[in-house]
């Protein structure tokens, strides 16, 4: 059984560029955020879209911040569409000493995944 519960489809007249190489769009501006239908589909947060939320300041131990359990699970961002994406920022913890190690990863089917990041070795 396959459902659609609604199919919503738009036309812009907003100019873009297509990556030739991909037939990817390239964005101008953060995509990886709410008003740009992006959501975590992986990841522990207390409030729902902390991650994509916008806000870089007032988080503490209570609110505004996304995790996962050391040594399993991922926390896992899907963007509205597939993009060609040249630079990513992260905000990590830094109410605390704690250092990180970590690596992304992308995927446009969510199958098929591509190390573009790999800070595990990092002092």
């Known amino acids: ?52 939320d916008g806000k870089t300041h007032g988080y503490d131990w209570d609110s505004g911040y996304t995790c996962h359990q050391l040594g399993s699970g991922a926390i896992v961002v899907q963007l509205a569409q597939p993009y060609v994406i040249s630079t990513m920022r992260l905000l990590l913890w830094d109410c605390d000493d704690r250092r990180y190690s970590y690596y992304v990863e992308v995927s446009t089917n969510q199958r098929n995944w591509e ?4 800070k595990c070795q990092d002092p």
């Open 1 to 52: 059984m396959f459902h659609v519960v609604t199919v919503e489809a738009f036309y812009t007249f907003k100019k873009f560029s297509i990556d030739p190489r991909y037939g990817l769009l390239v964005p101008k501006d953060n995509v990886a955020t709410i008003e740009m239908s992006a959501c975590v589909i992986e990841g522990v947060s207390r409030s729902r879209n902390a991650l994509i």
């Open 115 to 118: 190390m573009v990041a790999n």
